[in-house]
């Protein structure tokens, strides 16, 4: 059985640039979250997605955005990137609504130059 | 509102010595209590997760950790180190009805020593 995949693994922007990355959870997982990891934050939730619906948003500027589609593929976006935004961004898949096991991608790395 | 406290962000012991990492959390309602690790540059990676039942939780890798709601602790522990189990280690909290909205601790950093 696959599991998640985030693409790519390693990104560079230029400060105000705008990017997007991609999550794939596994096969049959409908819940899709997103966490940034940063030295200085550590692990912080950023938003989760459920059946194509946000459910659950972290204290993350409107910058920040995401979206799923029906087949529970997710993507997640920022405008206008500035330097702070340079971190790993981890992506977790789980089967359904109520807590179950989060499944994480091994991440996709951006620095903003 | 819930959270999570790692004490010592960076914990040494040598090979074959017990590995304790301690994580307290706060939690208005039951919590949801795992432990995770992670590689370098690597996702993370679930240990053991403790939801309701036995409070003693046996993980991966000869990991366990025991909640005790007395103390609001969980720590994980281990009976003896192994070079392999050199990486960082989170604690996080959830509870029912919060989704899939993971608070993690700052992380503990494990070495091991020959």
């Known amino acids: 059985k696959a599991g998640v995949t985030q693409t790519p693994r390693y990104l560079i922007k230029t400060r105000g640039q705008q990017v997007t990355l991609s999550c794939s959870p596994i096969s049959g997982h409908r819940s899709v979250s997103w966490y940034q990891q940063t030295p200085g934050q550590g692990l912080q939730f950023l938003f989760e997605?459920?059946?194509?619906?946000?459910?659950n948003k972290g204290n993350f500027p409107g910058r920040f955005s995401g979206r799923q589609f029906s087949n529970s593929r997710s993507e997640m976006n920022v405008s206008t990137l500035e330097l702070g935004d340079s971190a790993l961004y981890l992506c977790?898949?789980?089967?359904?609504?109520?807590?179950?096991?989060?499944?994480f991608g091994q991440g996709t790395r951006l620095t903003v130059v | 509102a819930q959270s999570v406290t790692q004490l010592g962000s960076h914990v040494s012991v040598s090979e074959g010595a017990l590995v304790l990492l301690r994580c307290n959390y706060s939690s208005s309602v039951p919590p949801y209590l795992f432990w995770y690790v992670q590689y370098p540059n690597q996702g993370l990676q679930l240990l053991l997760k403790?939801?309701?039942?036995?409070?003693l939780v046996k993980g991966i890798n000869g990991f366990e950790a025991e909640f005790k709601k007395s103390e609001t602790s969980f720590h994980l522990t281990k009976p003896s180190a192994h070079m392999s189990d050199a990486a960082e280690y989170f604690c996080?909290?959830?509870?029912?009805?919060?989704?899939?909205?993971?608070?993690f601790g700052t992380g503990t950093q494990l070495k091991v020593e020959l």
């Open positions: 996080a909290v959830t509870f029912t009805g919060g989704g899939n909205k993971l608070t």
């Open positions: 977790a898949s789980s089967v359904a609504g109520r807590y179950t096991e989060a499944f």
């Open positions: 403790y939801t309701t039942g036995a409070t």
């Open positions: 997605y459920f059946s194509e619906t946000q459910r």
